[in-house]
């Protein structure tokens, strides 16, 4: 009975804000962990909370937010709400001491992202990741060790592009939040996120950039092709919602290059010397690609004053504010505005 209090008692406890597919896979990775339990749930509709929460072993439900951060019974709470949405659920968890993994991307400006750090500070206990699981993976890892090999690095092409069956109610004349700017909606606030990303893992921050956009009927941005500038190279990402390309993403060397077959969901990657020579990257793919960031966030909530945990915490930490701000400056380069700015 010991043994067994000890276990429940070293659990993380978990609250979610979104009920939908993402928080499934979320889930199901933080069951593969074994250290997590789901207790709270919130949902506007308390009953589509009980429904959801009940079969995952949730105990407390709610439809109100206030009651969910100040009387729900959780360490972390899993922000999967639309993407307007998230800067105030995060700063009222920030305000209730609970630490926050948000879904991607984070916060729609770095007005926000300013905030939300000045908040942090004043709140030094509680940790925010930004749920952006492809970095995380192993084989993400063995790109970033092969790309720093390369003796010339002269441009990348980065593509993630994936038809949105959402977009089918768009042509109906019907509303979607993914393709709403309300929600602050569109192809570079989504799939887009993924290789911009990447970009700024792999090759840190440009020097300049600039978006070309596919407007759709709701006035959000459809697809487009984004290009970073760096001192002796640039990099192209093409990504979108409302087609789909089977393109792999590549890193240009002089003679040699690195394949990626999807830089969001990559199975394989390949190095191709400078006799073209095909070396595949080798490293563990899980089943369910959130398992690696799962993994990561529960060492680092476990022990959030470790010195190497708090040194990655740091490195997510700018990785995100960088990314925060290209973003925001592609959208900017396209003039697209959201009705809260």
Known sequence: ??????????????????????????????????????????????????????????????????????????????????NALHYQQVRQAIENDKHVIVEKPAFTNPDEFSQIEALLQAHPAVR????????????????????????????????FMKYSSRYDQVLAGEQSNVFSLDFAGGALQDLGVYPV???????????????????????????????????????????????????PSEVYGLKDTLVMDNIADMTTATYYDAEQTAHALTAEVAENSMRPEIDAFTALFEASNDLNQLKNYETWFKLSRLVNSLLYTLRQSAGIKFPNE
């Open 128 to 159: 925010l990741v930004e749920a952006a699981r492809h970095i995380h993976t192993p084989l993400f890892k063995q790109v970033q060790a092969q790309l720093g090999q390369m003796a010339t690095i002269q441009g990348a092409t980065l593509t």
């Open 197 to 247: 990303y990447a970009a700024a893992a792999l090759f840190g921050e440009p020097n300049s950039v600039v978006y070309f956009p596919t407007m759709i009927e709701t006035g959000a941005d459809g697809k487009g092709v984004a290009i970073l500038t760096y001192d002796d190279f640039e990099v192209t990402l093409n990504f979108g919602k409302i087609a789909n390309s089977h393109l």
């Open 1 to 82: 009975m010991t043994e067994l209090f000890q276990e429940v008692w070293r659990m993380l406890k978990l609250g979610i804000i979104g009920t939908h597919w993402i928080t499934d896979q979320l889930l199901d990775a933080a069951v593969q962990n074994g250290h997590w339990q789901l207790t709270s749930v919130y949902s506007r509709d308390r009953q589509r909370a009980q429904d959801y929460g009940q079969p995952h072993g949730a105990t407390a439900f709610y439809d109100n937010l206030d009651d969910f951060f100040m009387n729900g019974d959780f360490d972390v709470v899993y922000v999967a709400s639309p």
